[in-house]
């Protein structure tokens, strides 16, 4: 897995020294030019991964791995490649694989003159990397932090083993789905021998203006409560990490849920139980009583016939800071559309044999998922009214290392510790 991953010639040159020139279709994003701008490049190496606090790409391709080679030299040379190749990847350069490499040694050519596309990649260990069936597989059980728990299964669950779990994570976010593949592909070129994908799932977010948020397929905004990138000192409480293991400093821990939602009767249900479902007016975003979409939700007021405006079973209610103690995550959550599931399972009255293989690829970071999402969610498993709608059928759990210097690769001070 060594190799010489330095040098070459970028994705743009090779189409200008065809005679071609890029256009991106659509969605309002500059073509490519014959200057080769990188400016919709993102910064790969840093104190802190990029893909957490990054303004939200249009795609996302999330793929979990499992190892199949039981030699720790393999992983890190495994990682040292990875690392090497996101960051090319990111500045828009195509992928030079190792020279000793037997599947080939260039790049697979379907990105090329699609530019950086603002591609971020993020990188997460799961449980299992640190022991699995009672066995400390790369001697790195000792340094497994205590914030990488076990989810419980929380009520209501249908989780798919083949769609849970892993290893290893890997998420690709681009603003050209494209290039979001082609980094999954050739990070998983790159694991031959070494491992492979247990489970992937693709997302999209609609393009929405800047400064607006995103809404889900549910018709309404998602995300409206998160915490401001910009303010540190709440980044610094809910988000990322800075005790325990020295390895997680500058990290985050991400859970990845895959939520299908019965989107056919979403749809036949009127826009007043939808609105009172969620919490908040469709339109605007905005909570009820208020006019705008980032007014503090006031969960003491009363309507006329004297009960609460926000229902005590809506979303935005069960999933407060102020009803979970404080807690918060930084959401990052992506549509999903896989096409129609014909062996749906739903619970009376809403099952049938056919509907849409579709909802929500949940994303979310947070600095201990024991005070975050896993506090979070077992409220919401128990009493939420979208409960009705939707099904988790896939969910995994991974610590996201802070990021790397230029020189490291992605987790350098858990195998160096």
């Known amino acids: 897995m060594s190799g010489d991953h330095s040098g ?27 200057a080769g701008t990188i400016s919709n490049a993102e910064p790969f190496y840093g104190a802190r991964q990029s893909g957490i606090l990054t303004p939200p790409q249009r795609h996302s391709y999330f793929a979990a791995f499992d190892l199949d ?14 690392t090497v190749t996101s960051a090319a990847l990111a500045k828009g350069e195509p992928v030079i694989l190792p020279a000793n490499a037997s599947y080939g040694a260039e790049d697979s050519a379907d990105a090329l003159g699609l530019g950086p596309s603002r591609l971020t990649l993020t990188f997460g260990f799961g449980a299992s990397l640190f022991i699995k069936d009672g066995k400390d597989r790369y001697g790195l059980a000792a340094a497994r932090p205590e914030a990488l728990i076990d989810l419980p299964r929380f009520s209501g669950d249908q989780l798919i083993e083949a769609r849970s779990g892993g290893d290893l994570s890997v998420q690709a976010c681009a603003d050209d789905p494209q290039v ?15 491992g492979r994908i247990r489970w992937a799932q693709t997302g999209f977010l609609p393009n929405t203006p800047p400064g607006e948020t995103a809404r889900n397929l549910m018709g309404f905004k998602d995300g409206t409560n998160n915490p401001s990138p910009t303010d540190e000192a709440a ?8 005790d325990g ?3 997680m400093h500058n990290g985050s821990y991400v859970v990845a849920r895959r939520i299908q939602i019965a989107l056919e009767h979403w749809d036949r249900m009127r826009t007043n139980f939808q609105e009172q479902a969620i919490g908040r007016q469709r339109m605007s975003g905005a909570p009820f009583g208020k006019t705008n979409e980032f007014d503090a939700v006031d969960f003491a007021a009363t309507g006329s016939d004297g009960n609460p405006l926000v229902p005590l079973n809506a979303h935005v209610r069960i999933a407060s800071a102020e ?5 918060r995550i930084l959401r990052r959550p992506y549509s999903y559309n896989d096409g129609i599931s014909y062996k749906a399972e739903r619970f009376p009255p809403w099952r049938q044999g056919m509907q849409y293989d579709a909802g929500l690829h949940f994303i ?6 024991r005070e975050g999402f896993a506090k979070i969610f077992s409220k919401l498993a128990m009493a939420d009214m979208l409960n009705q709608f939707t099904i988790h059928t896939g969910s995994g759990l991974f610590a996201c290392p802070g990021g790397a210097a230029a020189g490291e690769f992605i987790g350098e001070k858990l195998f160096s510790a």
Not at 10 to 26: I, K, P, W, Y
Not at 69 to 82: C, E, H, I, Q
Not at 235 to 242: G, M
């Open 8 to 34: 070459g010639a970028s994705r743009r040159g090779f189409m200008q020294s065809a005679g071609l020139l890029a256009a991106v279709a659509g969605g309002g994003f500059a073509p490519a030019n014959a």
């Open 69 to 82: 080679s039981p030699k720790r030299d393999d992983l890190v040379a495994m990682l040292k490649n990875w």
């Open 180 to 194: 979001a593949f082609h980094a999954i592909r050739h990070i998983t070129q790159l694991a031959y021998g070494v």
């Open 235 to 242: 980044l610094t409480k809910h988000v990322f990490v800075s």
């Open 245 to 247: 293991p020295a390895w």
């Open 323 to 327: 009803n979970n103690d404080g807690a």
């Open 364 to 369: 979310c970071y947070q600095r201990d998922p």
